[in-house]
């Protein structure tokens, strides 16, 4: 006869080991259905619920004064204890004092209904009390037309002498485009026609025919020594590119210095509307 595997065999203390764990399981499992009944909960007398928790208000209103108590008030200057003393709550007047310390200003009665704390009963009730000093209907202000000059005068100005201030006492030009203007007049050297005034950036070119003929014309202050001058000043000239400017001293170092702007024809990154735009700036010395 074969042996049983020890693998399927249990000894008397396992078997009674087993048997208490799954007992204690389905007591655990059934148990809590039956303790309603085993043990019942105790009763108490039923009791009414005082009066002032059956009214509790758990609004942030706090018990309006009687109407007759009211007074007449300016919701622009009345403090936080006015506030409250007109009925409101101690949040609602500080809400209402923020709102001014803010900047905020009641114009008109209706103006307070606005703040969101203030409930619609109780502005009902602040309404007739409401007085605004000095108070016109609302209307919004009209906007003021703005104008880009400092006065509305035309006086002759040097194109390449006059400064800033005097370049704003002309009809249209503020402080934005003069600085434009001097800035690229700098660039330039001064201005050789006053047709290129008109080519400042962002001066619109009804402003530049409105002070056109108000505008008088002086010989440029800085002109361009082709033959001495460096590759990085020639390249910050409006009308002359980095690139070109490198092409130009590459020719100049090859073929010596230039004599005259026929001289300048040849190089081919500069056409001939480059060529005529720089010639009143060149100079042609040793």
Avoid: C
């Avoid at 070119?205 to 990085?232: C, G, Y």
């Amino acid at each position: 006869m074969k042996k049983k595997s020890v693998f399927f065999s249990f000894s008397r203390r396992e078997r009674v080991g087993s048997t208490l764990l799954i007992t204690s399981f389905l007591l655990f499992w059934v148990l809590p259905d039956f303790l309603p009944d085993l043990f019942p909960p105790p009763s108490f007398p039923e009791r009414p619920m005082p009066q002032q928790l059956v009214r509790l208000d758990i609004s942030d209103s706090v018990a309006p004064p009687p109407k007759d108590s009211l007074f007449a008030f300016d919701p622009n200057k009345a403090d936080e204890s006015t506030w409250m003393l007109l009925g409101l709550s101690q949040k609602t007047a500080q809400t209402i004092i923020r709102y001014r310390e803010k900047g905020g200003k009641f114009r008109k009665k209706e103006d307070l209904a606005r703040i969101y704390s203030l409930s619609e009963l109780d502005y009902q009730r602040l309404e007739p009390f409401i007085m605004i000093p000095d108070t016109l209907p609302f209307q919004p202000q009209k906007k003021k037309r703005f104008f880009p000059y400092s006065q509305p005068v035309n006086t002759p100005v040097d194109i390449n002498r006059a400064s800033a201030e005097e370049w704003e006492t002309l009809r249209g030009i503020g402080p934005g485009y003069a600085g434009r203007i001097l800035k690229f007049r700098e660039n330039l050297g001064g201005f050789y026609s006053i047709d290129q005034v008109g080519d400042t950036y962002g001066l619109p070119d009804s402003v530049f025919q409105q002070i056109k003929p108000h505008l008088t014309l002086s010989p440029i202050f800085r002109p361009i020594e082709i033959n001495s001058v460096s590759e990085e000043d020639l390249a910050t000239h409006p009308y002359i590119s980095k690139k070109q400017a490198h092409v130009i001293l590459l020719f100049r170092e090859n073929h010596g210095g230039f004599r005259g702007l026929e001289d300048l024809a040849p190089i081919r990154v500069l056409p001939d509307s480059t060529l005529q735009k720089l010639a009143p700036y060149l100079k042609f010395g040793e």
